[in-house]
């Protein structure tokens, strides 16, 4: 089964990922785009909590008794701003109606109903950088394990044109706490210019999964596990939307001892 999940080139469905799709447990996926004018619903199954992202555009929301209206005042995913979030226990309606042309991804994971619904606003989002040189990037934590959910972790990340991400490999896939935690993982990619591409490969240690991939814009990469770095070519910056879930939400990664060389100490790193 291949790990990349091509978007649709027309229509309102981008690329939708569920547990059945995937062959796993936790993570589901989808993105949508929006005509203005264009109204939709989005149910979350009696056993799933919900994080709609507004990526770009404008939309009027309500979940249940809650509503908000102009919500999104991004043009691009790769502006200079954090996006609005909402957050939305089992069972819920999102009930979307777009003030403009629309992106919008919706990210699920198990849950039993702990949380209500709730806005999260761009202004609640920490912002940070990671890296250094060509391994740069740029990170917004939509949903982080610090801000209540079940379930779900939600980030965003810029990286520039001829940068590395999710870099050195690093992997999520071995229940051994405090040092890793098991989380299966979504990328969500978009590309600037858009005929772009970015390169991704899912490997494992035993290489019983060992997959490199050309992604195209809105091409998702599904990780059940392993390690799953992302290089942009020169010339194209990208953007990818992260959804991770898994039997317990703490994310702690192990990064591939082959590659972990780079970010040591330079008075450690052998001659």
Not at 52 to 78: H, K, N, P, Y
Not at 157 to 172: D, M, N, R
Not at 247 to 252: A, C, I, L, S, Y
Request: net charge negative; glycine share 8%; charged share 25%.
């Amino acid at each position: 089964m291949t790990l990349l999940v091509k978007a649709a080139p027309k229509g309102e469905a981008i690329v939708e990922v569920t547990p059945q799709t995937a062959h796993w447990t936790h993570v589901g996926f989808e993105a949508r785009r929006l005509a203005a004018g264009q109204r939709t619903e989005i149910r979350l199954p009696a056993d799933r909590e919900g994080c709609l992202v507004v990526l770009t555009g404008t939309i009027d929301l309500r979940v249940g008794d809650e509503a908000w209206q102009g919500l999104g005042d991004r043009t691009s995913v790769f502006d200079d701003a954090s996006p609005h979030a909402v957050y939305a226990p089992p069972s819920s309606v999102f009930e979307i109606s777009a003030s403009t042309d629309t992106e919008i991804a919706l990210a699920s994971a198990p849950a039993t109903g702990l949380h209500g619904v709730r806005l999260i606003p761009p202004s609640s989002m920490k912002r940070s950088v990671r890296g250094t040189g060509a391994n740069t990037r740029y990170v917004c934590d939509i949903l982080p394990e610090s801000e209540p959910a079940e379930s779900l972790l939600v980030v965003e990340v810029l990286t520039p044109a001829g940068h590395s991400s999710s870099y050195p490999p690093h992997k999520h896939d071995t229940d051994a706490l405090p040092e890793e935690s098991v989380l299966e993982e979504t990328y969500y990619h978009r590309i600037d210019p858009p005929q772009g591409f970015a390169f991704q490969r899912v490997y494992t240690d035993s290489r019983d999964i060992d997959e490199s991939m050309a992604v195209g814009d809105h091409d998702v990469v599904m990780v059940p596990r392993g390690y799953h770095p992302v290089v942009m070519p020169h010339g194209y910056r990208g953007y990818y939307l992260n959804v991770m879930a898994g039997p317990r939400r703490e994310w702690h990664f192990r990064n591939d001892p082959a590659h972990e060389w780079m970010i040591a100490p330079p008075a450690s790193r052998s001659e």
